[in-house]
């Protein structure tokens, strides 16, 4: 049923639970493959804050070259830490006989996935969901729901488990 099945991962402590639904239904379906993929975008947790085009705006100290220079490094990281987790999260399912490629771009979240979807013809893209609503929702926007309308494909939305 599923063939080519896009797993959408973040860095936030769902990722192991999608990519743990996207990994099943990989197994379901003979010659089936995964592609892996992270945004790399400032609005994700944990990513620093995209640099602003005026430093003094969030650094009133701001505007040398150290600034920049930290910044840098810490987006860095952050890229690192993202093909490493994608690195890893390959390795699971080679392990498990399943093909999986992935690719880690930077832009906006839900158009990315929706435009990856689209050129890599994905029958299946599997991703969380924050669980903001209301006004959270409203102004922060939602990666989940923009893809859920946009998709050129199905969507599985993973919900956090319950505590």
């Known amino acids: 049923m599923y063939q080519k099945i ?8 769902m990722r192991e639970i999608v990519f743990n639904h996207g990994l ?12 892996l993929l992270h945004i790399l975008s400032g609005e994700e947790e ?9 430093l003094k705006e969030m650094y009133p100290a701001a505007g040398n070259d150290l600034t920049l220079t930290t910044w840098k490094e810490q987006w860095e990281a952050f890229e690192k830490s993202g093909v490493q987790m ?17 690719q880690q771009i930077y832009g906006s979240p839900g158009s990315k996935i929706c435009k990856i979807a689209n050129e890599w013809n994905a029958d299946v893209i599997v991703m969380g969901h924050r669980g903001l609503s209301g ?18 494909c199905s969507v599985l939305i993973v919900q956090p488990d319950k505590q």
Request: aromatic fraction near 8%.
């Open 86 to 102: 994608l690195e890893s999260y390959q390795r699971k399912a080679i392990n498990t006989d399943i093909r999986a490629e992935f």
């Open 135 to 152: 006004l959270q929702e409203f102004f922060l926007g939602s990666v989940s729901n923009y893809v859920l309308h946009h998709a050129p």
């Open 46 to 54: 944990n990513s620093p804050l995209p640099i602003p085009s005026d």
């Open 6 to 13: 896009l797993i959408a991962l973040d860095m936030s402590d």
């Open 24 to 35: 099943s239904l990989a197994k379901q379906e003979k010659n089936s493959s995964l592609l």
